[in-house]
């Protein structure tokens, strides 16, 4: 087996051996953790650990305010969802009750107070409503980008889906 002095030149052999004394980015020293202080280790919990290291401790991710942009984003994909359980419960409802059973149903509800029958009617027509706008949308900014896909336009956008989506919700609530 061949040593360190026979491997390495006799010019380099100073600088290496510095290297390692000072551990000049060269060579890491080695950490070592015994069992005791592994277990210790993992009994603290991070903001003890920067609070005895001296360190702060990072925020969490809720106390930064989403854009709206985001926010409409996800609204478009929860309406979508929304959209595809009411109409695997309307389809589900006609095949256990047989055809026209979820019409009843409907006709049921539309029938009972406003209080059950308006809220009803809002949970239908906002997601229906909401979804096709943000479609739109989409498709407005799949064919023009450069004029409505910027940093400006998009909160604008989301706004305005946000309004337009609620105000029609709510008069189709009426209706």
């Known amino acids: 087996m061949m040593s360190l002095k026979t491997a390495i030149s006799p010019k380099l052999q100073p600088f290496l051996q510095r290297a ?27 903001t003890e650990r ?21 926010l409409s984003s996800i609204t478009t994909r929860v309406t979508g969802i929304l ?7 309307v389809g589900g409802i006609d095949l256990i009750g047989g055809s026209g059973s979820a019409l009843s149903v409907m006709e049921a509800i539309g029938d009972t107070s406003f209080f059950i029958s308006g809220p009803a009617k809002l949970a239908v027509a906002f997601p229906i409503v909401y979804h096709s706008f943000g479609g739109l949308r989409h498709f407005v900014w799949d064919q023009f980008p450069d004029k409505f896909l910027d940093n400006d336009m998009v909160p604008k956008a989301s706004q305005a ?10 008069g189709l609530m009426f209706a």
């Open 50 to 70: 920067m609070n005895r290291t001296g360190r702060p401790v990072s925020p969490h991710v809720q106390i930064y305010s989403m854009p709206i942009g985001a």
């Open 161 to 170: 889906l946000f309004g337009s989506a609620t105000v029609i919700s709510l």
């Open 20 to 46: 390692i004394q000072n551990h000049g980015g060269l060579v890491r020293p080695m950490t070592v953790i015994s069992k005791s202080s592994a277990e210790e280790y993992k009994k603290q919990n991070y």
């Open 83 to 89: 959209l595809s359980f009411g109409a695997l419960g």
